[in-house]
């Protein structure tokens, strides 16, 4: 009995050994920072592994694009090559170069993805900046402002404790909605204080508030973008109530063709309005207002700064919705990616309205000191998206670089550097420059 018991485990344990052998490719450059000027050939090395051990044997097939645009070459690398599976690729204009490498084995392919970055900070962006931008916010604004705010704040008592009250909250917003979002308030510390506000990446939520500053003397609020509760809710009613709102296609392209109707109108409007009345407070000390977030909270980050001159500080880590017409220079938009599938008059109408919906222009209005991150293999947000926006800010400013970094929270230095700023920001620590 004990020896079937052996010969079962040790079966059991060569099983999860099969199963765990992975197959790895990866691309790299040869330059950690992957910075090139226009005047360079990057080189790029295709390595595959398999458990961990190098594969010498066969082939890989290499696909170039222009940031994910434009086809740019393709090629077979011989694995058992001398020096390697290597080459050389360069740029015309300024740019990111994105090199995907395919490995296939017993039927089934491994792909690796690489970029090179050549003088980013010389894309130029493709979004129009309309003669009327600033008219059409600032009347879309007036015309909210004329709705009742009716302000609905509700103490979450098990959510609350001996540092912070935390509440949820919504607020009147156009076309009979709402806009519903949670603050958290500083307990046992003397007013005023100074105030944080974010917006959470793409999907469902908020589920919760975001309590880590007020827990640490600032006024914290995130709003979401949806016109349903997330303050009563709880976490399954929010992910039916979103699986509801995408039944007839992902809510960011909702209403593209009409610039009152596309989505993010009312969630711009709704989440600037939460703003106002949070700077409206007696409690708010009327000095530090930092603005935070990720994925399409990065671009809210943009967006409200630009938008509200009383922000005092930006962060937006790989941020969306910059340069929805990337497309017109062979590189892949942004998310939402407005004009994917679109051709003809459709394409040009959705491309028109996008430009009043697009960080890159609301970047271009930002008077706050603001760190941005940008990750070399970003297929969601493609870095040159990211640097056409970066580029266009005028005021004290750092890009943060993930050269092997995809779409992701923890991009280079940045998340390591934001805890630092939004302190510092924020009057909670140590002073803090973009450059420090």
Not at 279 to 306: C, E, K, N, Y
């Given at each position: ?25 990866e691309v790299r450059t040869d330059r950690a920072d992957a910075l090139y000027t226009c005047r360079d050939q990057a080189s790029m090395r295709v390595s595959v592994t398999e458990d961990g051990n190098p594969v010498t044997a066969g082939t890989v097939a ?120 949670f603050l958290s308030v500083p307990r046992g510390r003397e007013a005023p204080f100074p105030a944080y506000v974010t917006v959470p990446g793409a999907g469902p939520g908020p589920f919760g508030p975001s309590a880590q500053w007020a827990s640490r003397g ?10 349903y509760d997330v303050g009563t809710l709880g976490k399954e009613g929010i992910e039916a109530a979103y699986k509801e709102l995408n039944a007839n296609g992902t809510y960011s392209h909702i209403g593209k063709g009409d610039r009152e109707a596309f989505y ?173």
């Open positions: 009995m004990r020896r079937t018991a052996s010969l079962l485990l040790t079966a059991l344990v060569f099983s999860l050994a099969v199963v765990a052998q992975t197959v790895k490719v290499v696909v170039v694009t222009r940031d994910g645009g434009e086809r740019l070459g393709q090629r077979v690398l011989d694995l058992a090559a001398e020096g390697g599976a290597v080459f050389t690729l360069g740029l015309d204009q300024p740019g990111f170069a994105r090199v995907e490498a395919v490995f296939a084995k017993d039927g089934k392919e491994y792909r690796g993805l690489g970029a090179a970055a050549f003088e980013p900070e010389k894309i130029a962006a493709t979004t129009v900046n309309p003669e009327d931008f600033d008219r059409f916010w600032r009347t879309a604004r007036a015309q909210l402002a004329e709705i009742p705010l009716d302000v609905q704040l509700t103490r979450l008592d098990q959510l609350s404790g001996v540092n912070v009250d935390n509440y949820a909250i919504s607020f009147a917003n156009v076309g009979g909605t709402r806009i519903y979002g600032a006024l914290s609020l995130v709003m979401g973008v949806h016109s993010f109108y009312r969630a711009i409007l709704g989440v600037d309005r939460a703003v106002q009345w949070l700077t409206s407070r007696p409690d708010w000390d009327g000095v530090h207002l930092v603005v935070d977030g990720s994925s399409q909270g990065g671009a809210f980050a943009l967006i409200m700064a630009g938008l509200n001159p009383k922000f005092t500080a930006a962060a937006a880590n790989v941020p969306a919705m910059c340069e929805h017409t990337a497309g017109r220079a062979q590189r892949q938009p942004g998310w939402p990616n407005l004009a994917n599938r679109l051709d003809g008059q459709e394409l040009e109408q959705v491309l028109t309205m996008s430009a009043y919906f697009d960080a890159v222009n609301f970047a271009r209005r930002i008077k706050c000191p603001t760190i941005v991150s940008a990750g070399f293999i970003d297929r969601t947000c493609p870095p040159g998206t990211v640097y056409a926006a970066y580029n266009q800010i005028q005021a004290p400013k750092r890009m943060f670089n993930g050269p092997l970094d995809g779409h992701a929270w923890q991009v280079g230095e940045f998340r390591a550097f934001n805890e630092q700023w939004v302190a510092g920001r924020l009057g909670l620590g140590q002073p803090c420059e973009p450059g420090d």
